[in-house]
Nanobody, 122 residues
Framework: QLQASGGGLVQAGGSLRLSCAASGQIRSHYSVAWFRQGPGKEREFAAVIRWSDGDTGYADSVRGRFSISRDHAKSTVYLQMNSLKSEDTAVYYC?????????????????WGQGTLVTVSS
């Protein structure tokens, strides 16, 4: 089970940190990703981290502004979001893929959290 938290209302240019806590074991070859779904839009990939070595990947739209990290001891993944823009407004979901190797595709992810709303005011 995944529990996402940390969303809220922030002004453009501000920062937020999202958390995704897993109640079960995250195996070393798993990847944990953040996806987001803006109003009237499809759910899209934002960032991913491999649990074993911390290797990361980002969507072009967030690279350089967002940073994904993990805490093994807490079985938690974080998404630090800086320089937020109005177009970052979305419900953010964390998800776990049991497949070996990175994936940016929703279909690769089998376990999903409930989502946390981020609203960026301009």
């Amino acid at each position: 089970q995944l529990q996402a938290s940390g969303g809220g209302l922030v002004q453009a240019g501000g920062s937020l940190r999202l958390s995704c806590a897993a109640s079960g074991q995250i195996r070393s070859h798993y990847s944990v990703a953040w996806f987001r779904q803006g109003p009237g839009k499809e759910r899209e990939f934002a960032a991913v981290i491999r649990w074993s070595d911390g290797d990361t990947g980002y969507a072009d739209s967030v690279r350089g502004r967002f940073s994904i990290s993990r805490d093994h001891a807490k079985s938690t993944v974080y998404l630090q979001m800086n320089s937020l823009k109005s177009e970052d407004t979305a419900v953010y979901y964390c998800a776990v893929s049991p497949r070996t190797g990175f994936s940016y595709m929703k279909s690769a992810y089998e376990y999903w959290g409930q989502g946390t709303l981020v609203t960026v005011s301009s």
